[in-house]
C-alpha cells in the first residue's frame, strides 16, 4: 500500500504541503492539456478514460 515514515516537527509543514497537494497539481497539469488541446483546434466530444474502460471491463 504505502510507506509510513517518521518527520520531525519542523519539517511536518512542508511535508503536508507536498503531500496533500500531490493530487491537486495532477489536476491542474490535466487541465492544461486539455486548455492546450482546444487551443490547437481539438474540437467535438470527449470523455475521460475512465468511461471507456468501464464499459469494456467484463462483468
Do not use: C, K
Not at 474540437?43 to 471491463?57: F, K, L, M, T, V
Amino acid at each position: 500500500m504505502g510507506q509510513v515514515r517518521r518527520v520531525p516537527e519542523s519539517q511536518q509543514d512542508a511535508v503536508t504541503a507536498l503531500s496533500g497537494s500531490g493530487p491537486a497539481y495532477f489536476f491542474y497539469l490535466v487541465e492544461a492539456m486539455v486548455d492546450a488541446g482546444i487551443l490547437l483546434g481539438r474540437r467535438g466530444r470527449w470523455r475521460p478514460i475512465s468511461w471507456s474502460r468501464r464499459r469494456s471491463a467484463p462483468r
